[in-house]
């Protein structure tokens, strides 16, 4: 019985400690899984359905202390989707597909019409205006981050791209 009140008394204590360092390692364990990059304002082009393609939108931010990059995109309903810039020479406005994109430190990337943006190809069909798809980027080292893209005509306050002859 002195043993049973022995383990007891030093156990209490003990165990105080051990759930006190729980806690704390639960509560750093929550702030370290704070991501550090989030997408906001991701919205995907609706064109007339006899297109084949379409380009989708977002901005990228990294709160992180290391730059981010990210390696790919999938948006729901598409089969492929490349990352794209939209390069202005000599007069001519041309896209050219980008195999990274680099977010710095404290920096949001806005993927943007008339500047880098997602094009998205082999579509089920072509989105509509209204409906929502699940947008998600794949960052170097694994992570994936996702957001849902609304279906719109125009971003407000934007330039227009036309990105019905990007093949």
């Known amino acids: 019985m002195a043993t049973g009140l022995v383990s007891r008394g030093v156990s209490s ?68 989707v490349e990352m794209h810039e939209t390069l202005t020479e000599a007069g001519l406005t041309r896209m050219q597909q980008l195999t990274t994109l680099t977010v710095a430190p404290g920096e949001t990337r806005a993927l943007q019409p008339g500047g880098a943006h997602l094009m998205l190809f082999e579509l089920e069909r072509m989105p509509r205006e209204g409906e929502s798809l699940r947008l998600c980027i794949e960052v170097a080292g694994g992570e994936t981050v996702c957001a849902d893209a609304l279906v719109r005509k125009a971003a407000p306050g934007n330039d227009e791209m036309d990105h019905s002859h990007h093949h």
């Not at 390692?25 to 899984?33: Q, T």
């Open 13 to 80: 204590p003990v165990l105080r400690r051990l759930s006190l360092l729980s806690v704390s390692l639960f509560a750093v364990s929550l702030y370290a899984a704070e991501p550090a990059v989030t997408l906001s304002g991701a919205w995907v082009r609706a064109l007339p359905p006899t297109q084949a393609v379409t380009a989708a939108y977002v901005e990228i931010h990294n709160a992180g202390e290391q730059a981010v990059t990210v390696e790919g995109a999938s948006v729901a309903g598409a089969g492929r």
